[in-house]
């Protein structure tokens, strides 16, 4: 893929990727990098306007590298405007190379302090600019930076970050010990893939993209794998039915789960599934079907043991979510073995989470007409690390999943993060905090299974299930924000009014 402004979804980049394109406009242009500094630096000081038109003393703290420079061009618009500027600079003038060091040069001699951190007091100024670190970042935060953020982020005072908030790297959203949580990040050329997975929500504020006028065909010539997706960008793939349909047409789902005091999850999944539009939906429980089906009238309940069920009993299912409430008795192990050799199984469009990624962690094999939805622990499992090194490059371990196990790869969390072998990465920062309740896991597999029902394709399914999911937490939160005491029961609730078009 080449073109960052596709019809649906927001094209993310690594920071070696935007170095490319800088260079691209350099060589192009004839006019060397600088340029984009100075673009860069007025795109913060029109933002700093903007929304912040009352801040008068304005606290600019800069690094050694561009991310520094552009700090010193803000400094320098800042100063000229009249402004109250004090520039703390965390590098010594005379190691400043490059545009950084253009940039410096160019402050003007008066209307502008120095000072050193330590006769820093934050609360003498209104807004702060972080230019310290910049996309190179990685890993623990270095003296004295590491002492600089903790008290920026302990301050009482907005902060907007120039290009990444310092201490979020941009290619994972990793944050090792630390990093500025900024009100606002301004982010420049094309937006970071760091920025909307793993821990970059606490840390980004509000995001905005100066593309600093860099035109097309310097993206043209750089491929990128990653795009960002939510509910807006994907909802229009849903058609509307035909006044003549029935419900033979939109597939059958079947749920496998609900064992003994797990019986909640397969009354999740499959209510979600019923309500995201599939034709017929089915469950298999150990012991709960009556339950279910006094709940869900209108989905077909019965309880059944893997012993007992034969291919036939299987053929026209057109997507089998195994997992919800499944556990780990021998009676789950009967159906996973079961999954695991039947030819019709096989042959099926597959959505496994919860205890079916358990035990496919200790049973692994790969199967291209599967789909797994794992939060950070069992992804951990299913590869043998820990869930600390999942969330350190959550790209890369859903990368490795699909890559392992085959079909598709949904990593859940902040930031939602869908691939296939291919490469192919789709970043859905959807939802919100109310999520982190029980059972939203279970939704999420039944709104998936019912779009699979209905003949979208796993990868499509996987992501209009996410997105769907994460709006119907968003409509359920509405705009007063109301997280906690979310029920997963409640986004079910939802779904009608978004899968219609």
Not at 234 to 254: A, E, M, Y
Not at 395 to 403: R, Y
């Amino acid at each position: 893929m080449k073109n960052r402004n596709l019809e649906a979804g927001i094209a993310l980049y690594t920071a070696a990727q935007i170095r490319d394109i800088e260079l691209s406009y350099a060589q192009k242009s004839e006019q060397g990098t600088y340029p984009l500094m100075e673009k860069a630096g007025a795109s913060v000081y029109q933002l700093i306007k903007s929304h912040w038109p009352e801040a008068r003393r304005i606290l600019i703290l800069t690094g050694k590298g561009n991310n520094g420079g552009d700090g010193y061009v803000v400094a320098r618009l800042a100063a000229l405007d009249r402004l109250k500027v004090t520039l703390c600079n965390f590098c010594a003038s005379e190691k400043l190379k490059g545009d950084a060091k253009v940039a410096f040069d160019k402050l003007p001699r008066s209307g502008l302090s120095l000072l050193e951190w330590p006769d820093i007091q934050l609360g003498e100024y209104d807004l702060v600019v972080d230019a310290m670190l910049g996309t190179g970042i990685k890993g623990n935060l270095r003296a004295p930076f590491d002492r600089v953020i903790k008290l920026i982020n302990q301050a009482d005072i907005p902060v907007i970050a120039v290009d990444i908030p310092s201490g979020l790297e941009a290619d994972t959203g990793n944050v090792s010990s630390g990093a500025v949580q900024a009100t606002m990040t301004i982010t420049f050329i094309g937006h970071k893939r760091g920025l909307y997975t793993g821990e970059a929500a606490n840390y980004r504020g509000v995001v905005k993209l100066a593309d600093l006028g860099i035109p097309e065909t310097c993206f043209q010539s750089h491929e990128f794998n990653v795009v960002a997706e939510n509910w807006k960008s994907v909802s229009h793939k849903i058609k509307p039915r035909s006044l003549t349909s029935h419900k033979g047409n939109f597939g059958r789902c079947l749920i496998i789960g609900g064992a003994t005091g797990m019986v909640g999850a397969a009354i999740l999944a499959s209510s979600a599934a019923a309500r995201s539009g599939s034709g017929l939906t089915s469950a298999w429980l150990e012991n709960g079907a009556e339950s279910l089906v006094s709940h869900t009238p209108e989905v077909m309940a019965k309880n059944q043991n893997a012993g007992e069920t034969t291919d036939i009993q299987i053929e026209g299912v057109n997507s089998l979510v195994v997992g919800p409430g499944l556990g780990r008795s021998s009676w789950a192990t009967d159906w996973m073995e079961f999954i695991a050799r039947s030819q019709r199984a096989k042959m099926t469009n597959k959505i496994f989470d919860a205890d079916a990624l358990n035990w496919l962690a200790l049973n692994p094999n790969k199967d291209p007409l599967r789909i797994l939805t794992p939060h950070p622990g069992e992804a951990g499992r299913l590869l043998g690390i820990s869930t600390q090194e999942v969330n350190q490059n959550r790209f890369e371990a859903a990368q490795n999943i699909a890559v392992r196990y085959g079909g598709i790869c949904v990593l859940k969390g902040a930031g939602t993060i869908i691939c296939d072998a291919s490469g192919m990465l789709i970043v859905c920062p959807v939802g919100n905090p109310g999520m982190a309740s029980g059972g939203m896991g279970d939704v999420l597999s039944g709104i998936i299974g019912a779009f699979i029902a209905q003949g979208f394709s796993l990868l499509q399914a996987a992501i209009l299930g996410v997105c769907a999911h994460g709006e119907a937490a968003e409509r359920v939160a509405g705009p007063r924000q109301l997280y906690r005491g979310m029920l997963a029961s409640d986004l079910v609730s939802q779904l009608p009014q978004l899968v219609n078009p």
